[in-house]
């Protein structure tokens, strides 16, 4: 991606009154450097972010975004951020946005190592060129995660459903993806049940219904599969969270991987064996999600 805008947010208060927080950010060169040596973000990825797809300068979603990023920061104990001052810090970099897609991350990290306060900030870049994987669809493999069903319950301190920056895993998983011929990962449970994608949400079409892992376990609740419920409910389709068996992969209809940036990417391939793409439905889901929706 190529990086365009960025400026820091000095964090307020969840409580502080003010209604202006235009003198609480400070817009920095997104080519230099930014960060200081103690910053916990870079040495242990102890923070939390969320990506915003942004489609001819109008952001999508942004209310959910901010909703899980307050979860997140919550399940991670830092301080809970004030969702005006995101808000209009999220406004001031779409401001700079233009035409296309383009890409807001939000970052919210603990801080500089003995600090007083996190460190924010917020970035804006050009989203990658996602046409392909919207229309010939991705190569999955099924990795397991390494734990059961029920762990997230039983060690919530492994931050399962927060959104953190800790993302070394996820990427490993692409590359050991890519490693064996494939273009990304679904990650299983160690029990047999399928959770999600390193970087999106899995959705499953049987027939006319249309359902996703149940996010209790350890899943991150997706802001694009959430938005593509709400599209399909009103088509007339049915639409549930559920427990899902891996060897539901293979007997689904279609299937398709779900985020902010690259969309709805229709699966055509799971673990070697090829899986019909519903390229009308594909492209309807698409249309929907570049549309603007808030």
């Known amino acids: 991606m190529a990086w365009r805008f960025a400026l820091v947010i000095d964090p307020a208060a969840s409580d502080d009154p003010r209604t202006d927080f235009e003198g609480s950010f400070r817009v920095i060169d997104p080519a230099a450097p930014a960060l200081v040596v103690g910053e916990l973000s870079a040495q242990r990825g102890d923070g939390v972010f969320e990506s915003l797809g942004v489609v001819d300068g109008h952001v999508q979603e942004v209310e959910p975004h901010l909703a899980r990023l307050a979860r997140s920061a919550e399940l991670c104990d830092l301080p809970v951020p004030h969702l005006a001052q995101w808000r209009a810090a999220i406004a001031r970099v779409a401001a700079e946005a233009g035409p296309g897609e383009s890409v807001v991350k939000l970052l919210y990290s603990r801080g500089v190592e003995g600090g007083p306060a996190p460190t924010a900030w917020v970035t804006l870049a050009t989203a990658p060129d996602n046409a392909r994987a919207r229309r010939d669809g991705v190569r999955v493999v099924t990795l397991d995660r390494g ?4 762990v997230p319950a039983r060690a919530p301190w492994l931050l399962l459903g927060a959104k953190t920056l800790s993302y070394a895993v996820n ?6 993806a890519q490693r064996r011929g494939a273009d990304d990962a679904v990650f299983v449970s160690s029990d047999g049940f399928v959770l999600e ?7 499953l079409r049987f027939g006319d219904r249309f359902v996703t892992p149940a996010p209790h376990a350890g899943i991150l609740h997706g802001t694009t599969q959430q938005s593509v419920f709400e599209h399909l409910a009103r088509r007339g389709f ?6 899902v068996p891996v060897a539901d992969l293979g007997r689904a209809d279609a299937a398709w991987l779900l985020s902010s940036v690259r969309l709805a990417a229709p699966v055509s391939v799971i673990d070697g064996d090829d899986l019909a793409v519903d390229h009308a ?12 929706r808030d």
């Open 281 to 292: 439905l594909t492209d309807d889901l698409n249309a929907y999600l570049l549309s603007p």
């Open 147 to 150: 734990y059961a069903l029920d």
């Open 171 to 176: 990427m490993a998983a692409i590359r050991e």
């Open 238 to 243: 049915e639409t549930g969270y559920e427990t």
């Open 197 to 203: 994608a390193p970087t999106a949400s899995v959705l």
